[in-house]
């Protein structure tokens, strides 16, 4: 009964093992599906990949340390293997449900359309493909602020309950995320917010593979020091950079759109304008910073008049005389061998064509997909424009439900026809974390 007891224990483990070893290989069969370009085929391979190799060796150590095994011995090591599996299949399902939300109707098409204006915004930041990081993954989330996690990130979700090694495994991961709130799925000009969070991914690489003095904290904090700022102030520049520098590549990328969708959202009364965060400064000073940076690269300010004078008679008055400085700092940081001022040479051509977006959008025909890389980044710009007309117009409601629609149908065809692929830095990366995987299961110093 006993020796029975303890062959069932053992099978219990294997059978689990096998279980995920199957559902992996159908679920690499079902991730080859996704995507019209293999936009998608990095990221499966490579989870593929971890898991099913991660798979093997826990299933080999396994019936290598049995053999022979006492009764107590053997469900030590079962206990062992199922607690690998378990990390194995968390870590697994962590990305590929992310990547599986693709699968379902009611995110579909929002996410195909996140998807090109991600690869569009990313291509435009990184011109260079042998330099490029890894496109981030956009997805659907229940939150009500998009949110991102770059690729030296433990994602929270992973965090409790906290295991060393899924901290590990994630923080090498060459593959960052997006999360957007669901309410893009109804108000897909929403998808605008994708320019701030790429700037997000962006400050992340910055200073990747130096002493940290060019990111955006220290760059801010000392340009607030060469125009007279204060300690305090400096202390507060050097705290609100990330944001600052992610508002700056969405105007840089997308124009004057994104500051609009900012200043709806931030929209309140006087006293919440004039309040600051620990990460953000007030609103009507984060406004003016984003437009003195939209000023620096040629184009026309939006923020209206009354919040500048709400700011000039405030205690921030002194922060607002700074912003043209602030705003040339954050066009000169340097990342992937280039500046957001060197990417914004072209800023007005490209608000032309979010304005003519803009037009097609609400036109009495149906606009056709654009073929250029900048079309999708330009077609959701375009698409906050048509927005914010509908708002003022007689349509109304009728106007908008057009315009998702059109949205929705125009922006998973904007792209370039070329295949997307991954590179050779990633490719290192994607063998790094197998490897350091490999070594923590057949390690027990955890």
Known sequence: MQQAAIRFR????????DEFR???????VS????????????????????????IAQVRHDLLEQTTGATGG????????????TALLRRFWRWYGDRLDQRHHDDYRPTLAAADEIVHSTWQALFPDAATRPPTPLPHVAPIDTAVSTARYEVPL???????????????????????????VTRRPWWLVVLAHECGHQVAAEVGEDDDGSGSPPEVLGAAAARAGAGDAEQREWRNWAMELFADATAAVTKGTAPMWSVMELERGTPDTLLRPDIRYPPPALRWCVADA????????????????????????AGHAARAETIAGALLGIRFGGTTLREIGVRSRDWERTARRWRDALLGATEPAAGTAPESARLCVAGGTMAWRRTTAGPGGAEDRERLRRRLL????????????HVGVRPQRQAAAVTRQVLDDLRSDAW
Do not use: N
């Open 157 to 183: 979700d992973l965090c409790v309950p906290a295991e060393p090694v899924l901290a590990r495994w994630t923080t090498m991961m060459p593959l960052s995320t997006i999360a957007l709130p669901s309410t």
């Open 10 to 17: 053992l099978e219990e483990s294997i059978s689990d093992l």
């Open 293 to 316: 940076v939209v000023a620096g690269i040629g184009l026309a300010g939006v923020v209206p008049a009354a919040d500048r004078a709400l700011l000039a008679g405030s205690p921030f």
């Open 22 to 28: 199957d559902d992996v290989a159908e679920w690499a």
């Open 409 to 420: 149908r125009v922006l998973p065809q904007s792209r370039p026809k070329s295949v997307r």
């Open 31 to 54: 991730a080859r599906q996704l995507g019209p370009q293999g936009q998608y085929l990095d990221q499966m391979s490579l989870l593929a990949e971890i898991a099913e190799t991660g």
């Open 73 to 84: 011995e053997l469900y030590e090591q079962c206990r062992r293997a199922d607690h690998r």
